[in-house]
């Protein structure tokens, strides 16, 4: 009997969950994808938890501030982080990377939420109308296009690095602070081309910019016309992402509880609109799945490096 009430007393917190407020610790700015995507994610399980999340912005050393801050917080659930693409797969492969906290050992995975859709753009005034043309021209003239990126280790940068290499190619990186300014000098000629998220470059589609080609194997509703970089290049798909990770020890009960929120509202159809206009598509993945696409995407991610001899100074 005494071994039977210490398990109900137990198991008390984990079925009480949540009892106080819930937070998602975002590592970027206001208003940009990231950010989006955390306050779409507090709507969704909003009515699970009888609560919406507050959504908390750390910002800085590319969201290791944010994931710090929650791998020292309570491992009780009720703080949770955006864990991306690049927290996850990338800084940790790149030789001289700062990171105050090992991601692998210092947080667990929780769910993969969206994926985010990558494409290859250039000027609209650029010669180039299709992927099979920038290959041909860089192949003609080794060293002489560019290629812009959101920053040394982005993904962008190790995106385009990846392109180079299964192409055979010679391209020049043209780190920015940020992709937004990247797409900026790509609209104005500046730079030859940038493969980063739809999202970035979605409103300016026809405009400033010329979609070639998506870069994930996917594609996007949004531009049903659009081909595949694959199609030049034989194998190519670059997967971007944003999911949740909680802090290493949080318990199994808390991580369930999470997961069947995140579930239940990510499966909501008006949700699943707004992430699409955002170029954004709905990729919900339990604890396991997500960590084996951490596991696949560190594995090509750690490769595209090496070759690339790329490091941060």
């Known amino acids: 009997m005494a071994v039977f009430a210490a398990a109900i007393l137990a198991a008390a917190p984990a079925a009480a969950f949540p009892d106080r407020p819930v937070r998602i610790l975002g590592g970027f700015a206001a208003g940009g994808t990231s950010d989006i995507v955390n306050r779409l994610t507090a709507e969704a399980v909003a009515a699970s938890f009888g609560q919406r999340p507050v959504v908390e912005i750390r910002t800085g050393a590319n969201g290791f501030i944010a994931a710090a801050e929650a791998a020292r917080s309570p491992a009780d659930g009720h703080t949770v982080v955006q864990c991306s693409t690049g927290l996850l797969t990338i800084t940790p492969e790149l030789p001289g990377a700062q990171m105050p ?37 860089a192949r003609a003239r080794p060293g002489t296009l560019t290629y812009a990126s959101a920053g040394i280790g982005a993904v962008s940068h190790l995106s385009g690095a990846r392109f180079a290499q299964m192409g055979g190619l010679e391209l020049v990186h043209v780190p920015y602070r940020g992709a937004a300014p990247g797409v900026l000098d790509v609209a104005a000629g500046r730079a030859d081309l940038i493969i980063t998220n739809l999202g970035d470059v979605a409103g300016q589609v026809g405009e400033g910019l010329r979609l070639l080609a998506f870069a994930d194997g996917i594609g996007s509703p949004r531009f049903p016309d659009a081909g595949q970089v694959s199609e030049a290049l034989p194998g190519y798909a670059i997967s971007g992402w944003f999911g949740l990770c909680g802090p290493r020890g949080m318990p199994e009960a808390a991580v369930a509880r999470w997961v069947e929120a995140l579930r239940t509202g990510f499966a909501d159809e008006a949700l699943q609109r707004r992430l699409l206009e955002n170029g954004l598509t709905p990729r919900f993945e339990d604890p396991a799945r997500f960590a084996r696409t951490i596991a696949d995407d560190r ?15």
């Open 101 to 137: 906290i090992d991601p692998a050992r210092d947080l667990v995975p929780i769910a993969n939420l969206v994926h985010s859709t990558q494409v290859i753009v250039v000027s609209a005034r650029s010669p180039y109308r299709s992927v099979a043309e920038v290959v041909a021209a």
């Open 299 to 313: 594995a090509m991610w750690g490769e595209t490096i090496r070759a690339a001899r790329i490091r941060v100074e």
